[in-house]
C-alpha cells in the first residue's frame, strides 16, 4: 500500500511533489463548490425562508416549511396529492417502460433482418432532451385533426389529450417513449453476456420459446434486470421535465418535482421564489426516492442471491 | 459495449441450428414467430417514426395547408419555413450560445477531470480512496438546485454566460469513467517516464491522454449531450435572450409562434439535426458512455 500512493513523479522535491495535488484542486474545487456543497446546503435551506431575490435578508424558520409543506391548507392537500400523483407515475412508468423496454431487446436480439435499424430507430430518442421530445410529441399530440386525434376519430374515440383530463396519463406515454430505448439497451448488453453454450444445452433438453427464456435467458439476466428495475424507480420519481414541456403548470397534473421547480422560481402563478420552502419539497421528494431507492436495492439483493448463487 | 453495432453470436442463430431443418412443423413454428415478431417491432417503429415523419412532413407545408392537412404528406417540398424560422427566432445567435456553452464547458470539464482521475486512478494524493467515494455518492445526494442558484445569485453571475458555464463543470459519472480507464493504463508507464525525467503535467498531457483517449470521447459525448439538450437550468439561469441556448430559444419560440406548426417544426428539426448527425458518428461513445454509468453498480 504505501508503494501505492508514492508519487512516481515526485522526485525533484518542491513542485514536483506537490504538482499532483496543484493540478487536482481546480476540478476538485468546483465540484465541492457547485456539487457536493449545494447538494448538502439544500438541507440548510429547508429551514429558512430564503427566496430567490438577492438582498433580502434570510432567516431561520425551523421546520415550518416541512410543517407547510405537509400539514396545512389547501396547498398541503395539493402538495399531498401530488405526492400520490409522483407514486402513481412511478408505478405505471416503471412497470411499462420495464416490460416494453425487455420486449424490445427480446425482440431485437433476434437474428432479424433490419434488426440494427429497429435497435437505433428506439434508442434515438434518449438522445434528444425534453424539449425535442415535448415538441415532438405536442404536434404529434394536437387536438383538431392532428395524427393521434386522426386516429382516434378513425376507431370512434376522443380525447383532448394533453388538454384534457388524462393529459397526465399522455406525458406518461412520451416519457416511456423517450425512455424505453435505454432500458432496451442495458438489456441487450446483457443478453450478449450470456454464454452460447447455455442456450445450446437447454435446446438439446427440448427447451424452446418460453421455455428458453424463463429458464435461461431470465435468470442470467439478473444484473440487467437489476440495474432497470433500479434506475426506472429513481428515474421516474425524479422526471417532471416533459411536464413543463407538454403540459406546463396546471394545478392537477404536476408531479412533486416541478412543485419544488414552481416554487423556487415563481412558475406557480403567484411569481414568488420560495427557496426555502421549495427546499424543504426537495427534501421530501429526495427522502421518497431514498426509502423507495433502497427498497428496491434490498429486493434486487435478495433476486441476486436466489439467482447467481 | 457497442450493441448497436456488433455482432456476436447470438441464441437464435443457435437454436436454428439445432433445429432440423427439414422438419416442416418447426419450420413453420420458426416462420410464425418471425411474423409475430416484425408485427411487434413495425408497430413499435410507427410509434417512434410516426411523430418524427410528421413532424418532417409539417415543416414543408404552409400555414393554410397545415390546417387542413396537418397529418399527411405536404403537398410540395419547400424550404420556406426553415429559412424564415431560422431569421424569425434568433437562431443563429441561440446556435452560437449552444456551442460556445457546449464547447467551453466540455473542454474546461474534461481537462480538469482528467488531473483528478489521474492521481486519484494511481494513488498519486493522499486519501485517493476517499476522493472516489466523494464522486460515487453523489448519485446518493439531494438536489443541488436551490443553494447553487443562491450560490450563483450571491456572487453576481446570475444571467451571464461565465455563471451558466460554471454550473456544468461537474459531472460525477464522467469522472469515475475516466478513473476506470486509466487504472488499464500500466503503471510501469509512468514509472518510465518518471524516470527519464518528465514531469508530471508533461506526462499527463502528451503521454496520458492520448492513451486514453476512447474514455476522454466517451466522457466529452455524454457531456456535450447534456449541456446540447439542457432546459431547465437555461430557464432558471438566463432570462436575457442574448443569452438563451437553442433548447430555451425553442421554447420561446414555442411561445411566440406555438400555432404556426410548420415554423415550430422547421425550427424543432433544425435542433434534432446536429444530435442525429453526431449520433450517426459517434453512436459507439454515446452507448457505453450512457451505459457504464448505469451498468456499474
Known amino acids: ?309 | 459495449m457497442s450493441v448497436l453495432i456488433d455482432n456476436q453470436p447470438e441464441p437464435d442463430i443457435v437454436i436454428e441450428r439445432m433445429v432440423p431443418p427439414r422438419d416442416p412443423r418447426a419450420r413453420r413454428k420458426r416462420a410464425l414467430r418471425k411474423g409475430i415478431s416484425y408485427g411487434i417491432l413495425f408497430l413499435f417503429a410507427a410509434f417512434y417514426v410516426g411523430p418524427l415523419l410528421v413532424l418532417i412532413f409539417a415543416s414543408f407545408k404552409s400555414l393554410p395547408e397545415f390546417f387542413r392537412n396537418p397529418t399527411g404528406l405536404p403537398e410540395s417540398f419547400s424550404l420556406g419555413n426553415f429559412t424564415e424560422a431560422w431569421q424569425l427566432a434568433n437562431f443563429p445567435g441561440y446556435l452560437m450560445n449552444s456551442l460556445i456553452y457546449t464547447g467551453v464547458a466540455t473542454t474546461l470539464f474534461v481537462i480538469m477531470s482528467v488531473f483528478v482521475a489521474f492521481p486519484i486512478a494511481r494513488g498519486y494524493v493522499r486519501g485517493a480512496g476517499a476522493l472516489l467515494t466523494l464522486y460515487v455518492v453523489a448519485l446518493f445526494l439531494p438536489p443541488a438546485l436551490i443553494p447553487q442558484f443562491q450560490l450563483i445569485l450571491n456572487l453576481g453571475l446570475y444571467n451571464t454566460r461565465q455563471g451558466y458555464i460554471l454550473l456544468f463543470l461537474i459531472n460525477p459519472i464522467g469522472l469515475i469513467i475516466l478513473v476506470n480507464y486509466i487504472k488499464s493504463i500500466p503503471r510501469e508507464l509512468d514509472e518510465s517516464a518518471a524516470i527519464d525525467g518528465c514531469g508530471y503535467v508533461r506526462f499527463v498531457w502528451s503521454i496520458l491522454i492520448p492513451l486514453i483517449k476512447p474514455a476522454i470521447a466517451t466522457v466529452t459525448v455524454i457531456h456535450a449531450i447534456g449541456i446540447w439538450n439542457e432546459l431547465i437550468l437555461a430557464t432558471v439561469y438566463l432570462t436575457n435572450d442574448e443569452l438563451y441556448p437553442i433548447t430555451r430559444g425553442l421554447i420561446v419560440f414555442e411561445g411566440v409562434y406555438g400555432s404556426d406548426w410548420p415554423k415550430l417544426a422547421a425550427a424543432v428539426l433544425m435542433l434534432m439535426m446536429p444530435m442525429l448527425v453526431l449520433f450517426m458518428f459517434l453512436q459507439r461513445f454515446i452507448i457505453s458512455g450512457l451505459t457504464s454509468g448505469a451498468v456499474k453498480g
Open chain 1, 1 to 309: 500500500m504505501a508503494a501505492k500512493t508514492r508519487n512516481l513523479f515526485g522526485g525533484g522535491g518542491g513542485f514536483a511533489r506537490l504538482a499532483p495535488w496543484l493540478m487536482l484542486i481546480p476540478g476538485l474545487g468546483f465540484y465541492m463548490l457547485i456539487g457536493v456543497g449545494p447538494s448538502l446546503a439544500t438541507f440548510v435551506y429547508s429551514l429558512t425562508n430564503a427566496t430567490g431575490i438577492r438582498g433580502i435578508p434570510i432567516g431561520w424558520v425551523g421546520f415550518a416549511n416541512y410543517q407547510e409543506f405537509l400539514l396545512e391548507g389547501a396547498r398541503s392537500r395539493d402538495n399531498l396529492a401530488a405526492l400520490r400523483r409522483t407514486l402513481i407515475f412511478m408505478v405505471l412508468v416503471t412497470s411499462i417502460q420495464f416490460g416494453v423496454g425487455l420486449l424490445m431487446a427480446v425482440l431485437v436480439n433476434q437474428k432479424l433482418r433490419g434488426r440494427l435499424v429497429f435497435r437505433t430507430m428506439f434508442f434515438v430518442p434518449v438522445i434528444l432532451g425534453v424539449a425535442v421530445q415535448g415538441l415532438m410529441w405536442k404536434l404529434f399530440l394536437r387536438p383538431g385533426g392532428g395524427p393521434m386525434d386522426s386516429i382516434f376519430g378513425f376507431l370512434g374515440l376522443e380525447s383532448q389529450f394533453l388538454a384534457g383530463s388524462n393529459a397526465f396519463y399522455w406525458v406518461i406515454v412520451v416519457q416511456i417513449w423517450a425512455n424505453a430505448g435505454f432500458t432496451m439497451i442495458i438489456f441487450l448488453a446483457g443478453m450478449q453476456t450470456i454464454p452460447a453454450d447455455l442456450f445450446e444445452a437447454a435446446a438439446v433438453d427440448g427447451a424452446t420459446g418460453w421455455k428458453l427464456f424463463r429458464n435461461v435467458t431470465w435468470p442470467q439476466l439478473t444484473p440487467a434486470v437489476n440495474t432497470n428495475f433500479l434506475l426506472n424507480i429513481v428515474g421516474s420519481l425524479q422526471a417532471w421535465m416533459l411536464f413543463l414541456v407538454l403540459t406546463g403548470y396546471k394545478n392537477g397534473t404536476q408531479v412533486l418535482g416541478y412543485v419544488v421547480y414552481a416554487e423556487a422560481f415563481g412558475q406557480t402563478g403567484t411569481a414568488s421564489f420560495r427557496q426555502g420552502y421549495a427546499a424543504a419539497a426537495s427534501i421530501v421528494l429526495f427522502a421518497l426516492v431514498l426509502m423507495l431507492g433502497m427498497s428496491a436495492n434490498a429486493f434486487v439483493k435478495r433476486r441476486e442471491r436466489k439467482y447467481m448463487a
